[in-house]
Nanobody
Framework: QVQVVESGGGLVQPGGSLRLSCAASGIIFSIYAMGWYRQAPGKQRELVAAITSGGSTNYADSVKGRFTISRDNAKNTVYLQMNSLKPEDTAVYYC?????????WGKGTLVTVSS
């Protein structure tokens, strides 16, 4: 059974940092592209950052220079380091595993940026 589980969300002040983790099981993690998406209240889900099986990354313009995605294939885990957080980063953050054949989502973790 495939499981994708996010953790690390919470409340942080503007300018602060958080690191999200996403652990995947039941898949050959190393062959999957992994992505972080977010959905703010009243808005559509959007791609935040993605990393291919080969380690190439891409980011939404709104987070470039502030967020970093990385993966540890030995731990079947992908991370999202978020620095210089802004109130507009407030959203539920979802992890996605995709290999163009199968597509798996976690249930999300809430990030709230507020003073």
């Amino acid at each position: 059974q495939v499981q994708v589980v996010e953790s690390g969300g919470g409340l942080v002040q503007p300018g602060g940092s958080l690191r999200l983790s996403c652990a995947a099981s039941g898949i050959i993690f190393s062959i999957y592209a992994m992505g972080w998406y977010r959905q703010a209240p009243g808005k559509q889900r959007e791609l935040v950052a993605a990393i291919t099986s080969g380690g190439s990354t891409n980011y939404a313009d709104s987070v470039k220079g502030r967020f970093t995605i990385s993966r540890d294939n030995a731990k079947n885990t992908v991370y999202l380091q978020m620095n210089s957080l802004k109130p507009e980063d407030t959203a539920v953050y979802y992890c996605n595993a995709n290999n163009n054949i199968a597509d798996y989502w976690g249930k999300g973790t809430l990030v709230t940026v507020s003073s």
